[in-house]
């Protein structure tokens, strides 16, 4: 294989009818490293809605339980990536997130907001740290997935293009954004969390996370300003594994997110069924995901 044949097969499939193959080839095979972080970021991004973040502050989930809220928000994404919406760990995998939302009061908007991430953030990351950019038929298909992503959650008024996402993305933001210290603690265990990772390297870490960080969310957060040959370094040497990376084979093999050595709370394996929490529910309505029988069916 060369270093476009991926890409190539991309463009011979159809980015509305065949979606979810163009979207598994993006995130498993041309950029997982970059669409893990950018995921990362994209939920980060969301703290700083503060009926988003104080939810989860509320919660205590990440807070108290930082980790095995990580591993089961990118466990549960990713089984929909690798089985689709109609195998039965993809179905699972929707079923639990629908009933976790379903427990708590969140807005059809911030509902939406949060998808919206999903969208715009991993686009404009690789403008900027990726090998190279998403084609205009890449971001057709990623729209397509996760609108009906959103479909199975019950999501409405969706966007239906990448620009109507971006528009939908930026408007909440600029209407949103602020202050909340409920917000304010979650956002810090995550980012104490994920420089952990790294051992003695735990600082530089959090220091380079922040760099990455824009000022409307330094802002929101009332974080201190990342010096600005901080923030230079930081990003070069991302734009330095772009050009790095651009020179390496095609990866033949799909790497899901279930294989990233930041997933620490399952060594001996795990059920999709069984991800999450279960959280009694407050809220009324059906689950647009077929029940079976199972722990996820309660």
Known sequence: MRRYDWLKEIRRLDPERDF???????????????ITRALELALYRTYAVPSIGRLLAETAELTDRTQKRYDDTALLLDAVVEHGFDGEDGRTAIRRINQMHRSYDISNEDMRYVLCTFVVVPKRWLDEYGWRRLTAHEQRAVATYYRTLGRHMGITELPQTYEDFEQCLDAYEAAHFGWDEGARRVSDATLDLMAGWYGPLAPVVRGASMALLDATLLDAFRYERPKPAVQKVV???LKLRAKAVRLLPP?????????????????????????GTFPTSRRTGSCPVPHAEGPAAS
Not at 20 to 34: K, N, S
Not at 252 to 266: F, L, T, W
């Open 20 to 34: 979810l193959r163009i979207y598994r080839i993006i995130a498993t095979h041309e950029f997982p490293w970059d």
């Open 235 to 237: 990003r070069g040497a």
């Open 251 to 275: 990866r033949r093999n799909p790497h899901y997110a279930r294989q990233n050595p930041e997933i620490k709370g399952y060594p001996n394996g795990f059920r999709v069924a069984e991800l």
